[in-house]
């Protein structure tokens, strides 16, 4: 899918919770790499959870109870929903993100938007192989 962040129907799989929404807003970068700044401006429960039908996708069992999710077949998710403004002035979006669900680590599919590398996975032991 080609509109990674940018739909409800296919949100940022962070992950981890409101720190985990922080953690990848804080190592997006825009086109000419500058950091962006960013406010909560809203949440939204979506049903079409088509985009959990993926590889590699984990969920956040202690979350998900908090929110009642049902591990293997949730009904519904909400997704909290960003304005994400650059330091450079020149570029803004908004981003859904699914705090239960972590999926690949991915930039938003905004051309040029980049993602800096996550210090926490260097050295990590590569996910299948502990
Ligand atoms: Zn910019």
């Not at 000419?32 to 969920?59: E, P, W």
């Amino acid at each position: 899918m080609d509109d990674y962040g940018l739909s409800p129907s296919n949100p940022v799989l962070c992950g981890k919770g409101p720190a985990g929404e922080e953690q990848y807003l804080g190592r997006l970068r825009c086109p000419t790499g500058r950091t962006v700044s960013f406010k909560r401006i809203g949440s939204r429960r979506v049903n079409d959870l088509r985009y959990l039908q993926q590889a590699g996708l984990a969920l956040d069992s202690e979350l998900a109870e908090i929110a009642r999710l049902i591990p293997d077949e949730p009904v519904c998710v909400m997704l909290d929903c960003y304005a994400v403004v650059c330091a450079c002035g020149s570029h803004s979006v908004k981003v859904y993100m699914d705090m239960y669900h972590a999926g690949p680590d991915l930039p938003i599919s905004q051309e040029g938007w980049s993602l800096d590398p996550d210090p926490r996975r260097e050295g990590a032991v590569p996910r299948g192989t502990a």
